[in-house]
């Protein structure tokens, strides 16, 4: 009997004993969730973990939690998390451009934070118009992202395609069928390169851009990094790209096989960035690795080679730092584009991106992806030589007729504040929009004569 009560006792303190370490444990555990790439996640985790240890004496495992994609994924899985539970046990949100973190501060899932001042003043508030540290401090740039042009520089000159420097360069009829690109609905880098577009034409202009560049388009894939192979397994002699992965195509192929433009004048530096979600369990924790990741340790990280003082240990990441000294510190590093140092030829607009950001990837898609095919026909047939027939103000009447946006720019965000924000009207505008493309490529292949 006494042997029995003995041993129960025994098991009761394994157990307290276990519980109170997995609890230890638990404590020093970060769960955040992230699109990056595995690489970057592993030496993120080394270096967060070892930088926790210096400045508070014990380092921090981070757990990441898997949402099933990228950053479209994630919105959906943060969304569906907090609608059931206002406390999911996530604590950072670590990646996936601006978009992600515009939704989750629109829904009011992100917890305010006031990093130490001398970090603050390292880094500028903007950059070019385009905020890259929120003014409510919910979310903060750790990076910086470019967006341009990546071109098979062997595909285009054996297939006798020309040199592309601009986005207005894509919508050459010569590069039809010649370009990947990626669907906005799934990819934030994609929605982010077509608002760029939208913003640096203006909304006419954009919308013609897009439509042209569109029926050039081979396909459209359901994540930028997709498209970006293409090119670089040179199925495709152009794609539209974010830097990180048009420059690791770069790096795979070799700059004289394979390049990357950013447009001159023609494009904008996004934030990547970090916030801390509502009800992290892990407060402090996530407090720390928010400081980290804008301290010069994290951005070091970033920028310095791999292998060298404060860089990558097993990787190449390479991206754009967010600390302007580092630019004129670092002559080793594998970034050579300083992007305060890059002009703009526009303004970019946070606030209009915020607005249209939403219905935007909607619009496009059913004018440019879900009636590609019809697009395609189209944008063919205007550029045919039977269309070259036509009388000239006829021809050009029909350009017109097949890339004029479907309605105002005014009319759009009336459209985003009203009707849109009700499910079951926002089902009707799309199939009605799809319904509008196809009869609009209908009418214009109608016009042009048969040969």
Known sequence: MLSSIRFLWSSVAVLFFGLLCCRVLADDELVVISPHSDEIKEETARAFAAW????????????????????????????????????????????????????????????????????????????????????KHEWFATALSGFGILTNQRVREAAGLPE????????????????????????GSALAIYEIILQAYGWDKGWAVLTELSGNTRNFLSSSSASVVEVGAGDAAYGVAIDQFGQAQVAYYGKENVTFTLPEGQTVITPD??????????????????????????QLLWMAPRGAPGGAVKYRINRMSVLPALYGELHDSPITTNPFALHSDFAYSDALSAKRHSILAPLIAAYMIDTHD?????????????????????????????AKPPMTLDELLHLADTD????????????????????????????????
Not at 175 to 183: H, K
Not at 380 to 388: F, G, I, R, T, Y
């Open 164 to 187: 592309v420097h601009t986005w207005e360069d894509l919508t050459n009829p010569q590069l039809q069928g010649w370009i990947s690109a990626s669907d906005p609905r799934a990819s």
């Open 420 to 451: 849109w924000k009700d499910p079951v009207k926002r089902t009707a505008i799309i199939n009605q929009w799809q319904e509008q493309a196809i009869a609009r490529y209908k009418s214009v292949l109608a016009q042009v004569p048969r040969n």
């Open 273 to 298: 960035c970090v916030a801390i979600l509502k009800n992290a369990p892990h407060l402090q924790l996530a407090q720390h690795f928010v400081d980290f990741t804008l301290s010069r340790d994290g």
């Open 374 to 402: 019809w697009l395609v026909k189209a944008w063919k047939a205007v550029n045919s030589p039977a269309a070259d027939k036509l009388e000239g103000e006829h021809h050009l009447e029909l350009f017109a007729e097949l």
């Open 52 to 135: 926790h240890q210096q400045h508070y004496g014990k380092p921090v495992t981070i757990r990441w939690r898997e949402a099933g994609g990228g950053t479209t994924q994630i919105n959906r899985y943060l969304l569906a998390e907090y609608k059931s539970n206002p406390s999911p046990g996530l604590d950072v949100l670590y990646g996936g451009g601006l978009d992600p973190f515009v939704t989750m501060e629109q829904a009011n899932l992100l917890t305010p934070y006031d990093p130490p001042p001398e970090i603050l003043a390292a880094i500028p508030a903007q950059l070019n118009g385009a905020n890259i540290i929120d003014p």
